[in-house]
């Protein structure tokens, strides 16, 4: 902790340093944080912060029900498994930053749109560590299940979802970090709304005060997320924790 103070501070003085010599191009922390100042006193900065914070959980919503249902019915189906890997390798591996022109062609600016861009920017290691865990559930459970005569909902209520939960939450604490890059992206190759928006905004008048104040901003809502993604992580899956810091 000691430590993050002490780089906290010399990257302050720093930048306080270099924001004195060249203030045009590279606005004082001062300056930055009055610049956040007069964004929330006049309502802007809340009103951002309430639509991106809106399309990064429908997003994430949105991955995680799907990413979790699809990689379950993978793990008990081995022709759907073989048939649909390679698309969702082939899919994931393609930048969403190039799929966000299709997207715009096929589904225009609106709500839904920015919503898938989130959605498969965030989808895929959800779904690909769900599958991998419920793959391999103990085959002895299974079989017991099979002489208990449970049926394929009870199968997967007591028996895969149980297993595949922590590396379904691995999964999830990617899919925040992979949710939150893919609402800038949607937010800045789509409709320009919330804080993407505010950044392009002060980027084409050169308002490098509102543009670094913004940057600082993301960085600490990114830091909060990550945080947040490793204490649900630590909670559902502890014998992970050694091999994640």
Do not use: C
């Not at 920015?114 to 989808?123: I, R, Y």
């Not at 084409?204 to 509102?210: I, K, L, P």
Request: no cysteine; proline share 4%; charged share 15%.
């Amino acid at each position: 902790m000691a430590i993050s103070l002490v780089g906290l501070l010399a990257g302050l003085l720093a930048w306080q340093v270099l924001g004195q010599r060249d203030p045009v191009l590279l606005a004082t922390p001062v300056r930055s944080f009055e610049s956040l100042v007069a964004m929330t006193r006049d309502g802007t900065l809340p009103e951002a912060l309430a639509d991106t914070g809106v399309l990064f959980l429908a997003g994430l919503v949105a991955a995680v029900v799907g990413g979790v249902g699809y990689g379950l019915v993978l793990s008990r189906s081995r022709r759907l498994r073989t048939g649909t890997q390679w698309l969702v390798f082939a899919v994931q591996s393609v930048p969403i930053v190039a799929l966000a022109p299709l997207i715009l062609a096929a589904f225009g600016f609106g709500f839904g749109a920015k919503v898938l861009v989130v959605f498969l920017s965030a989808v895929f290691p959800v779904l690909i560590n769900t599958a991998e865990g419920a793959r391999h559930t103990p085959v002895t459970l299974l079989e017991v299940a099979r002489v208990h005569r449970s049926g394929e909902w009870a199968l997967w209520r007591d028996v895969l979802l149980p297993h595949a939960m922590p590396y379904a939450m691995s999964g999830i604490r990617q899919g925040i970090a992979m949710a939150f890059v893919g609402t800038f992206i949607a937010e800045f190759f789509l409709e320009a709304t919330g804080i993407g928006g505010l950044l392009l905004g002060a980027s084409s008048r050169f308002d490098s005060a509102t543009v670094l104040a913004l940057t600082v901003l993301v960085s600490v809502l990114a830091a909060m997320l990550m945080a947040f993604g490793q204490v649900l992580e630590r909670a559902f899956a502890p014998w992970r924790e050694g091999s994640t810091e």
